[in-house]
């Protein structure tokens, strides 16, 4: 948030300290005499509203912290190829049944895998993952699902952005579409239509050529 919370502040400072990051005598965090330094990568200009006040926040809280928008080339080069960052904006993609995949995503012999910026590895993940592939009914696969998303959650690997629940469109008022909509598809080139009356209209009324 562009909006400093002294609440999340105050508790964050408390966490640092208790990993060991004071304040020194500049305000900044330190440890064995060593300033916290963070760079955040970004290839995208269309995300420094997101960003840039999180880099904000995290100087304010007393990292040395620095937000570096890069070329597409040289931030792919940086991540997947050297993997040479401290943090990037990015996400992990999953499948609604999972199998094999989630050794590429979570599992230790993932470490290194573009799947995995993170380098993400537990042994419990491990173990789960492994038991996972010889589930036989979907609802065995979602309870070891949840699990693994219980064990990822507390080992705070990631940091969450944002979320929108929502698609955002705009488009012209003669396309129509069935009531109800697949929860993770908007479908438009692959079941809206046109009504050709209310495309006539829209096109009398001088709304497109």
Do not use: C
């Not at 304040?23 to 300033?35: A, S, T, V, Y």
């Not at 699902?145 to 690997?157: E, G, K, Q, W």
């Not at 109800?180 to 809206?192: A, K, M, Q, R």
Request: hydrophobic share 35%; charged share 20%; no cysteine.
């Amino acid at each position: 948030s562009d909006q400093l919370d002294r609440g999340n502040l105050r508790q964050a400072l408390r966490l640092m300290e208790e990993a060991g990051w004071t304040p020194g005598p500049d305000g900044m965090l330190q440890k064995d005499g060593q300033p916290f330094t963070l760079e955040l990568l970004s290839a995208s200009p269309s995300f420094d509203r997101i960003l840039t006040p999180y880099v904000d926040n995290l100087t304010k809280l007393g990292v040395t912290a620095s937000y570096n928008r890069i070329d597409p080339a040289q931030f792919y080069e940086r991540v997947q190829g050297s993997r040479d960052f401290d943090m990037y904006y990015g996400g992990y993609s999953n499948g609604l049944e999972e199998g094999e995949g989630l050794n590429q995503r979570y599992g230790s012999s993932g470490v290194g895998d573009v799947f995995n910026p993170a380098g993400y590895s537990s042994p419990a993940v491990d173990k789960l993952i492994a038991s996972i592939q010889n589930t036989e009914t979907r609802e065995d696969m979602a309870a070891h699902v949840r699990a693994i998303d219980r064990i990822m959650r507390r080992d705070l690997f990631v940091i969450p952005a944002w979320y929108l629940g929502k698609y955002w469109t705009a488009y012209y008022d003669m396309y129509e579409h069935p009531a109800e909509l697949p929860p993770y598809s908007l479908g438009v080139l692959d079941f809206w239509w046109i009504n050709a009356d209310m495309a006539a209209e829209l096109r009398a009324a001088g709304a497109y050529q």
